[in-house]
């Protein structure tokens, strides 16, 4: 890991828990750490997108966003992004809309997924997958974030999973030109959590060189993994909940992609991880 | 409370062409169930509270439904197996002594339908090393190891119901997809398959 980097994750811990402190980030004057990470995306001209599924007022049952969702238990057919990059996510299939829990979606496991189609990743270095929630029930290894040409192609992709069996890890993926870097961090995911992984794509040597996770706000010590290259991002499906055969059981608060052409300051991160935190919370 | 409901493989496609008209979307039964062929023999879903699509999914023949409040994988997998059939996303993981008759998810996330009991400590090589004992599950729409059908039964068809499309495989390092209804041949350049980059 590079000095720079090392500095980067021995700051943010104190600095997320000043932010997570009481009557910070949420009014008193201060942005709201929706907002801050809005200007992120602004500031870095980060591509991407940020669905806070906690805001009703993102939330619509149909794919056109003329139907609010109103009531515990309505699905929801759209979450719009809050990055300013216009990237909502939609389900059109009546089977496959998770519904509104009051402070966030329930994936049922058996297909509830929203995707953004043609979301356009190309020519970043760096990428931050951001998540908040809760596996529930289910022997599968979920799917809570994926990003591929089609769930059968590989190569150039990123996955974040809950995995089955126990359900006491994440599993952080990469898939690289020739293997897979992955990364499994033994973190409850049965209980409501946030997780923060960044990927360096341009280093590619090795899964501890390439991968920083924090989870609940504190940094993880990454495993060591194979040699790979994640290789480049591209124009891609991006899916929550379900790669069409993988699918999650729980709930989902908040989901993120930043991706950029160099690493965020570490306020900036700090500032993510927060927001994160604050979907857990 | 929220509804689930399965319906047999061959009336996948019609069931979701029906629902697809109400304007409730394409593809709602999504959820592959298996047969001790290894083929999927039934489709499921399960919806939240959606009144005018829950209406419409019971007035399809031949569906069993069952609605009711608590866990959807629980419930959605009772259905299943009531029917005789199983989940392979639920499927239990690839370990111990297995069970004739169930279906196993292997490390790489491959599913195996168990034809004789064994253990996998005895027997610790690569499930395919024991066609005898464990057989493959196909899955609609992906890439995975052809097997020589027995016959029709379990032949690579031109219409996969859960994708609309031809089925695929993979053999000899290269994708393939099936260019003929219910196809036993070995996979090759020619008139049968065609070769996906």
């Known amino acids: 890991m590079s000095l720079t980097r090392s500095i980067t994750r021995a700051l943010t811990q104190p600095l997320t828990r000043r932010l997570t402190a009481p009557g910070i980030g949420g009014g008193g004057g201060s942005p709201s750490l929706t ?12 591509k991407g997108y940020m669905l806070n599924v906690q805001d009703i007022a993102t939330l619509s049952q149909d794919t056109a966003g003329a139907t609010p969702v109103v ?7 759209r979450i719009a992004d809050l990055s300013g990059n216009g990237n909502h996510f939609t389900q059109a299939t009546a089977a496959n809309k998770p519904a509104w829990n ?8 058996a297909g509830d997924a929203l995707t953004r189609a043609a979301l356009d990743l190309s020519g970043c270095s760096h990428v931050y997958v951001v998540f908040a929630g809760q596996k529930t029930t289910g022997n599968n290894n979920s799917v809570i974030m994926y990003h591929s040409a ?18 006491v890890n994440f599993q952080y993926a990469a898939r690289g030109i020739t293997s897979n870097a992955q990364a499994r961090i033994s973190q409850a995911s049965d209980v409501m959590a946030s997780t923060v992984a960044y990927w360096n794509l341009t280093v590619g040597v090795d899964t501890p060189t390439q991968l920083d996770v924090w989870v609940n706000g504190s940094a993880q010590t990454v495993p060591a993994g194979a040699n790979t290259g994640i290789g480049a991002l591209t124009t891609q499906t991006h899916y929550i909940g379900s790669n069409d055969s993988l699918h999650f059981s729980g709930k989902g608060r908040r989901y993120a992609v930043l991706a950029t052409t160099s690493a965020l300051t570490a306020p900036q991160l700090t500032t993510l991880i927060a927001w994160a935190e604050e979907g857990r919370i | 409370m929220s509804l689930c409901a399965i319906i047999p493989v061959a009336s996948l496609i019609g069931a979701n062409a029906a629902l697809e008209s109400l304007g409730h979307g394409p593809r ?6 298996f047969g001790a062929s290894g083929l999927a023999t039934h489709a499921a879903l399960h919806t939240w509270t959606q009144p005018a699509f829950i209406a419409a999914v019971k007035a399809i023949p031949g569906v069993v439904w069952q609605e009711g409040e608590g866990d959807p994988v629980a419930r959605t997998k009772s259905l299943i197996e009531a029917q005789g059939a199983q989940w392979g996303d639920q499927a239990t993981a690839y370990a111990g002594t297995l069970t004739a008759g169930k279906m196993y998810r292997y490390s790489d996330d491959s599913l195996w339908w168990c034809i004789q009991p064994y253990s996998t400590v005895t027997f610790s090589a690569h499930p395919s090393t024991y066609p005898a004992l464990i057989k493959r599950a196909r899955r609609s729409g992906a890439y995975e190891p052809w097997v020589q059908p027995l016959g029709a039964q379990d032949s690579y068809r031109l219409l996969d119901p859960f994708t609309g499309l031809p089925e695929v495989c993979r053999h000899l390092n290269k994708n393939w997809r099936t260019k003929v209804d219910n196809n036993v041949w070995e996979p090759a350049v020619g008139p049968l398959w065609a070769e996906v980059a």
Do not use: K
């Open chain 1, 35 to 46: 907002t801050q990470v809005t200007a992120i995306f602004a500031a870095t001209s980060a």
């Open chain 1, 71 to 77: 009531n515990v238990s309505d699905v929801i057919g």
């Open chain 1, 102 to 109: 009051g402070n966030g979606a329930d994936f049922d496991g």
């Open chain 1, 150 to 167: 089609s769930p059968a192609t590989i190569d150039g992709a990123f996955s974040l999973s809950a995995n089955g069996g126990s359900l």
């Open chain 2, 28 to 33: 709602n039964f999504s959820v592959p169930a």
